[in-house]
């Protein structure tokens, strides 16, 4: 809507996870070496914590860009609260091979279904495939009979290494839980946690989104957002990328509807009022 106002190809604010977008702060790009190596080594399991709209399901994405898709067998768990053990093996076992899906009834019980996993990942191996399994919103988890599920997955391995491999990622009381858990808790070698951005972070951040979504286009005036302007927003969304993206997107549209081609902190002020911006 405002894209060719601002020169821009298109909208540089979305709360989507886009690999293209992620700015790799210290703390991102620390997160993401070491979550990478989870994978690449086969070291079996790696949490990632972070307060909520920090990045963690963004910089997961980038992880299976960076690895490649081709060298990979993935499972995406987007909701893992909603679901009973049988259930996980289930939804895990339809992303790395839906044709290795049970469909009697005697083989949707657990046991059956492990067998089935096991194989599946075993051939995925013999293919020249890793197995990675990303339950994102881990937080989210109730039952501990579902950690002990994952716990369980991770005895599938060789002498050499692990067939599977484990990402977590949840906000910050996913750790206590876990930590509840000595014997899981016991098998996860590397952490991580992702905090708000810095204040003098959010302006490098702002320019990354705006150049990836302005690049080869030409015409309109680029959006630039100066210090005073950065304050502003870091003041009103303490750094939080998702609550950034949210009040720079309307900052754009308000001014395309102002037919300004300037953003100042009058604009800023007056969009976190009228849209109500939290």
Known sequence: MYEKHWGL???????TPDP????????HEDALMKLTYVVASGLGCGLLTGVFGCGKTLL????????????????????????????????ILRSLN????PEKKTELLIDPLLEKLYDTIVENT????GNVVIIDEAHTIDNVKIFEQLRLILNFQTEEKFLINLLLLGQPELKAKID??????????IRCHLGALEEQELAKYIAHRIEVASEDVSGGTVPFFNKDVVRIIFEHTGGL???????????????????????????????????NVT
């Open 9 to 15: 190809k298109e909208k540089p604010f979305g709360n």
């Open 20 to 27: 293209r977008y992620l700015y790799l702060s210290p703390q």
């Open 60 to 91: 997961s994405r980038v992880i299976l860009r960076d690895l490649g898709e081709q060298r990979f067998c993935w499972a995406y768990v987007s909701n893992p609260s909603l679901v009973e053990p049988a259930e996980l093996i289930r939804a």
């Open 98 to 101: 839906p044709q290795s899906l």
């Open 126 to 129: 013999r293919e020249g495939k």
């Open 180 to 189: 509840a858990l000595k014997s899981f808790s016991q098998r996860i070698p």
């Open 241 to 275: 990328p998702r609550k950034i993206n949210t009040l720079c997107d309307f900052v754009l549209l308000s001014g395309f509807a102002k037919g300004v081609n300037q953003i100042d902190c009058e604009l800023v002020r007056s969009v976190i009022k009228e849209f």
